[in-house]
């Protein structure tokens, strides 16, 4: 069946360093993944989309990576900041009206 | 800046009980969802809706949930009668052209509590 893994353990880092997060699939093809900001008890909020055939997507101070033959894609964030605390979810898609949620990275940001 | 709302913010009901939760989403959006997550524990894929009908629906959304677009502006979701299990955030989403590729607009979410 179709997985997607997300780091489970929460990720602290300092105020200014780049924050990395994984998210791995295994058991279909996705031709596109976004990624999601939630914060505690809030909806998800649309972040970035990169489609199966780039290889790199940049917003500000985010990027995007999509690796098709290792099933993986990072999502980076730069000069991080306290602000940029929450839990990040990624969502690979096939197309269709059905939109799969990984569980989740948290992301701690200290000043 | 245009947005999902929805209402209420906290519903506690008795198990067994029907319950309606209520969206209202972004004025020009065509695809409507619902999610559901229970505490701690990811957000699920419960249902989209497009022209007036289920486009696709998980296997958590079985005989017990059901869809409507009553009038131009509201989406709602009904729980026709609540087990202790189906406590959970509710999220309904927006989005303009669907078909996955989309950004879909979230909105706050309904707190449900069975009891």
């Known amino acids: 069946s179709q997985k997607i893994e997300q780091n489970s353990e929460a990720l602290n880092i300092q105020e200014g360093k780049t924050a990395t997060l994984t998210c791995n699939y295994t058991n279909y093809s996705p031709a596109y993944l976004q990624w999601y900001r939630q914060d505690p008890g809030r909806g998800p909020v649309f972040l970035l989309l990169?489609?199966?055939?780039?290889k790199e997507k940049r917003k500000e101070r985010l990027k995007v990576t999509f690796d098709t033959t290792l099933k993986q894609s990072l999502f980076h964030i730069t000069a991080s900041q306290p602000a940029d605390s929450a839990t990040y979810l990624c969502a690979p898609g096939t197309g269709g009206f059905k939109t799969i949620f990984g569980a989740g990275t948290r992301l701690f940001v200290k000043a | 800046e245009p947005e999902v709302t929805q209402t209420p913010s906290h519903q506690v009901t008795q198990m067994g009980q029907e319950v309606i939760l209520r969206c209202v989403p972004i004025s020009n959006h065509l695809y409507f969802y619902w999610y559901r997550q229970i505490l701690g524990q990811k957000v699920e894929f419960l249902v989209s809706f497009y022209n007036n009908e289920i486009s696709e629906k998980s296997e958590i959304f079985d005989d017990q949930f059901s869809v409507e677009r009553p009038d131009g502006s509201n989406f709602t979701l009904k729980i026709r009668s609540t087990k202790l299990e189906d406590s959970a955030m509710y999220f309904c989403?927006?989005?303009?052209?669907?078909?996955?590729?989309?950004?879909?607009?979230f909105g706050p979410g309904t707190r449900l509590t069975v009891l």
């Open positions: 990169i489609r199966e055939n780039e």
């Open positions: 989403a927006s989005s303009g052209r669907g078909q996955g590729a989309d950004e879909q607009f």
